[in-house]
């Protein structure tokens, strides 16, 4: 029997709502295959599969918002039969992050029967006022000696059910604001961030791009952010302490670079979903990939593989015309790559003074995985990857 | 058809005596006297001396004797006289019958089926009514079961006898008088317990003679309004707990009935495996009908005031509901 659990599509993410199940027991499921869409705080998932079997039992019900490492689903492994396939109970949640304050009730709410000491509230009752969202302290117990029984909550949900069902029609766009305060909260309390920064003269890259789109259809052409992405990739095989995780105290190198790339997203907020072993990619397959990922990050339709799998972010605020960005890595991702404004500027070479186009690319690094000589290092690579457009 | 708890089990011993000649019956009582429940009634006469045997008053010498002629290939079914008396055939029963498989790595089995009386409520006084079903229910190696009603009563025997390894059998005395119509379908496993009365709001899990309380005690209840779930064990050991859980998790109560002492019953471990399974569902502390912890009394009042009762199980229900 496979379990099928909600993954972690972000390190921001606790828990996330079933929006819609694209199987039904007795479908047979591929690894890699789309089997859920579960709406993150951010956006709506397409939740893959990495195991293969058939579909057994649905746990989980459209609208139900369930915490991360829950099992929503059962699997019969090949040879299985719903017979001899042990049933498993349906596991406990984990334990919810601290949940959020709520207003300390008024005196006149405690219960006349509440005791010195711990209230008692039976176990199913905690439980189900979690689940109903019930301030279970406001919850007066009419149970054996004053306990808070399931049926007090039921009671206590059933007479708040105007307001309670007023309040949680979703702000799409607080919620993001939410996630995103959380992830960088953590990240700026746990990271210790060091920043660089290099002038990378893109005269090279700017007209090599522009003879390379010269003979493709407008609907062709290249970015300079592709290029970009790729010179990122290939910089990082000889930085590998750039390129991963830092998780339970340790660095965990990834073993392809998956670059998360900063999307702005038209309602608010950003997402940075990861196109898939850049260093390994034509930039025609890249250019095609980041124009798929920007419209379906617009439109909410991302792949779990993608929210998850980032191993670097790349994030590019030129368009918006600021010299430089100095960014706030994405936990549990070590380093952040940020590119500035293309702009024209005088600059000396071989004694002589031109006019050339320079980006500024700045690095973001965690301190505990790599320290500034090697960041140095890299963008120093990073730098003389954009002077070989060609070799890209 | 309608028939006694005492006919069911004649009947069950009967057909397994006359299908398998390896079957024989032993214990005190059980060939000229008809049993001492008179469930071997006119057995002596038709399979024999060989095969119904007298035994003297040595339950230690008999159950070892039983363990044997099991170990040599046929299938006894050892009768005891009460569960107190089985005391004397504990070492056989424990250090011998559950523990030989394992001790010959498999090589040896005991399929050995032991029935004996256990309970209160009938005046026997403290040397023939106490209730230690826990003490077999605790020992690896054996199979432990509790018929309640006329139709496991009938059906228990067959698949105890087919059990390769030792089976021991409680009939409470109390229930060899209960009548009832035997269904057709009375073949049963010797694996699971059974739902004897659905219900919502609490689960009553009890086994052996205690069933019939607990039934009324539910029809009671009923009246006042409150969907009682009636969980009969049948089997003590090892425990069905799936069944117990999934009543759990439908009614979040539970009172067990037991009448085993209160500590160290099996009404204890039922709870804490309830504990463990359920704590979640739990909507309200799990309670505990046993007998008073005393050994049981002669006198009637006192008998019937230290064991559980149809009012005791009521208020403790009332009280685990809050009401």
Known sequence: MIEFKLPSLGADMDEGKLLEWKVSPGDTVKKGQVVAIVDTSKAAVDVEIWSEGTVFELLVQPDETIPVGTVMATLLEAGETPETAKRTPRAAPAPKAAAAPSPAPAAAARPAAAIAGRRRISPAARKHAEELGVDIDSVAGTGPEGAVTLADVEQAAATKVSPARAVPVPDKAAEMRKAIAAAMSRSKREIPHYYLSEPVPMRRATDWLAQANESRPITARLLMAVLQLKAVALALRKFPEMNGFFRDGAFQPASAAHIGVAISLRQGGLIAPAIHDVGNKSLEQLMLDLTDLVKRARAGSLRSSEMSDPTLTVTNLGEQGVAAVYGVIYPPQVALVGFGRIVEQPWVENGTLTVTPVVTASLAADHRVSDGHRGGLFLAELREMLQQPETL | ?323
Request: charged content about 20%; some cysteine.
């Open chain 2, 1 to 323: 058809m309608k028939m006694t708890y005492r006919e069911a089990i004649r009947q069950a011993m009967h057909e397994a005596l006359a299908a398998d000649p390896r079957v024989f019956l032993m214990g005190e009582d059980v060939g000229k006297y008809g049993g001492t429940y008179a469930c071997s009634k006119g057995f002596l006469e038709e399979f024999g001396p060989e095969r119904i045997r007298d035994t003297p008053l040595s339950e230690l010498g008999f159950v070892g004797a039983g363990i044997g002629a099991a170990l040599g290939g046929l299938r006894p079914i050892v009768e005891v006289m009460t569960v107190n008396f089985s005391l004397l055939a504990l070492d056989q029963i424990v250090n011998t019958a559950a523990a030989l498989r394992h001790m010959s790595g498999g090589q040896f089995s005991v399929p050995l089926v032991l029935r004996m009386a256990t309970g209160a409520g009938r005046q026997l006084a403290a040397q023939h009514s106490h209730s230690l079903e826990n003490w077999y229910a605790h020992i690896p190696g054996i199979r432990v079961l509790a018929p309640a009603t006329i139709a496991d009563a009938r059906g228990m025997l067959g698949p105890a006898l087919a059990d390769p390894d030792p089976v021991v059998i409680f009939e409470h005395a109390q229930l060899y008088n209960l009548e009832g119509e035997l269904p057709d379908d009375w073949r049963c496993d010797i694996a699971t317990a059974a739902v004897r009365r659905e219900g919502t709001d609490v689960s009553l899990i009890t086994y052996g003679g205690s069933l019939p309380k607990v039934l009324a005690a539910a029809g009671q209840l009923a009246a006042e309004g409150i969907a009682a779930e009636v969980i009969d064990l049948r089997v003590l050991r090892p425990l069905d707990t799936e069944t117990i859980a999934a009543s759990l998790r439908k009614t979040h109560k539970a009172v067990v009935v037991d009448e085993g002492w209160r500590s160290g019953s099996l009404a204890a471990e039922v709870m804490a495996c309830i504990v463990e399974q359920c704590f979640f569902d739990l909507d309200a502390p799990v309670a505990r009908v046993c007998s008073e912890e005393v050994p049981i009394p002669y006198a009637k009042h006192m008998e019937e005031a230290a064991l559980p009762q149809v009012s005791k199980i009521v208020a403790a229900v009332r009280q685990v509901l809050g009401k």
